[in-house]
């Protein structure tokens, strides 16, 4: 994986958290530490790429990643949902895929 200045147990936290729910497939990173200028305290931006994902899995994610022992603040957005082209435009540019679920 691309160096996103996370440590491999932070990585191992969001990515065990996301493995719970399996409405997720495929999760981007994008912002700062996906296009490498990011600081020691830049927050963590994931992109939730899945179309059917509840709102009700999509507030337990935020719930279980504020819950954990992450140094960081990680905003999640639902892609399909994004109003922005503005937004979408740029996740598509510089977003990563952070995690997929294996087939």
Do not use: C, W
Request: net charge neutral; glycine share 6%.
């Amino acid at each position: 994986m691309m160096d996103i200045g996370l440590s491999n147990r932070d990585k191992q936290t969001i990515l065990s958290i996301l493995v719970d729910f399996p409405s997720i497939s495929k999760v981007f990173i994008f912002g700062s530490r996906a296009k490498g200028n990011f600081g020691s305290g830049s927050d963590i931006d994931l992109a939730i790429m899945d179309e059917h994902i509840s709102m009700k899995d999509l507030f337990q994610l935020r719930s279980k990643l504020e819950d954990s022992n992450l140094p960081y603040f990680v905003d999640i957005v639902h892609y399909p949902s994004i109003k922005s082209q503005q937004l979408k435009n740029h996740i598509n540019r510089v977003g990563k895929i952070f995690y997929q679920m294996a087939q």
